[in-house]
């Protein structure tokens, strides 16, 4: 049983250009979180997925960025027309229950974009 | 105020030493997450504590729920320890808040 699974690890997207990361969480778990780590600051909640529902976006920037989970496959998070302040390490989690104090709350590796 | 608030934010210690890091929290549910996170690493959960102490191996976690204040234990560190630990507190929904990180780098 794999944990969750990040692609592309490291992805480079000049300026105005689209960017998309996908989270495939542990086999089971029907809660996504995507969390941001901007250079050289801590990490911050972007949205929380459920199976196409998002749940809670309260962390997500206004314009430009989207996220999906859909029924099938793994979570999008969708970054249009990038800028280089969306530089950043994304990381995604999953887990069995909405609680985050339950077991399993797991991380994947991150995806770290680079706008050039 | 940070709703998650971590100290030391920097701990550098000789091979061998004790260590201790701080977490207090004002959000929460009753637990509280150890992350560890190693230089362009991903991130790896160490404990997560609704109660008590837990340990594994040379790592200690121990949380009190009342006074919403945790700490994060290693003991014969080692240069391999050097790391950012980072302590987080789940709020409604699921989703963390996080602390600022303590960078810990452990000398030979």
């Known amino acids: 049983n794999a944990g969750v699974m990040q692609n592309p690890r490291h992805l480079v997207r000049r300026r105005g250009q689209e960017a998309r990361l996908r989270c495939s969480p542990v086999?089971?778990?029907?809660?996504v979180y995507w969390y941001r780590q901007l250079p050289e600051e801590g990490l911050k909640f972007m949205v929380y997925l459920q199976k196409e529902n998002i749940i809670d976006e309260s962390g997500m920037p206004k314009e430009r960025f989207s996220a999906e989970f859909p029924k099938e496959g793994p979570s999008i998070l969708r970054i249009q027309q990038v800028v280089r302040g969306d530089s950043a390490a994304y990381f995604c989690?999953?887990?069995?229950?909405?609680?985050?104090?339950?077991?399993?709350?797991?991380f994947g590796s991150g995806t770290r974009l680079t706008v050039v | 105020k940070n709703e998650v608030e971590q100290s030391p934010q920097n701990l550098t210690a000789q091979e061998g030493e004790f260590i201790t890091i701080n977490c207090s929290y004002s959000v929460g549910i009753s637990a509280l997450h150890w992350l560890q996170q190693h230089p362009g690493g991903g991130i790896v959960s160490l404990f997560m504590?609704?109660?008590g102490k837990k340990k594994h191996g040379r790592l200690i976690a121990t949380i009190n729920i009342q006074e919403k204040h945790s700490s994060l234990h290693i003991t014969a560190s080692h240069p391999r320890d050097s790391a950012v630990y980072i302590c987080a507190a789940p709020a409604d929904t699921g989703k963390l808040i996080f602390g600022q990180g303590t960078t810990l780098q452990v000398k030979p």
């Open positions: 989690a999953s887990s069995p229950t909405d609680m985050g104090a339950g077991y399993g709350y797991t």
């Open positions: 504590l609704s109660s």
């Open positions: 086999k089971g778990h029907s809660h």
